[in-house]
Nanobody
Framework: QVQVVESGGGLVQPGGSLKLSCVAS????????MNWYRQAPGKQRELVAG???????NYADSVKGRFTISRDNAENTAFLQMNSLKVEDTAVYYC?????????WGQGTQVTVSS
């Protein structure tokens, strides 16, 4: 059974940094695209960053130059390094994995940027 578990959220001041982790299990040795989404209160869920099985990365314009997505294939883990955080980055961050056209989501991890 495929499972996705995020960790690493928390409270940070504007300008600070956080690193999120996403561990996927139940996918054997398959290397699959992994994505980070976020959802702020009252807003739609939006794609923040994605990384393909080959390591190609894409970012939302709002986070380019501040966030970095990476992966450790041996550990089936994706990371999201978030620097220069802004108040508007406050949201629940979700990891997404697509397996055979099925979407799998983690439970989300809260990121709060506040002074």
């Amino acid at each position: 059974q495929v499972q996705v578990v995020e960790s690493g959220g928390g409270l940070v001041q504007p300008g600070g940094s956080l690193k999120l982790s996403c561990v996927a299990s139940g996918i054997s040795s398959r290397i699959l695209p992994m994505n980070w989404y976020r959802q702020a209160p009252g807003k739609q869920r939006e794609l923040v960053a994605g990384i393909t099985s080959g390591g190609r990365k894409n970012y939302a314009d709002s986070v380019k130059g501040r966030f970095t997505i990476s992966r450790d294939n041996a550990e089936n883990t994706a990371f999201l390094q978030m620097n220069s955080l802004k108040v508007e980055d406050t949201a629940v961050y979700y990891c997404n994995l697509v397996v055979d056209l099925l979407n799998f989501w983690g439970q989300g991890t809260q990121v709060t940027v506040s002074s």
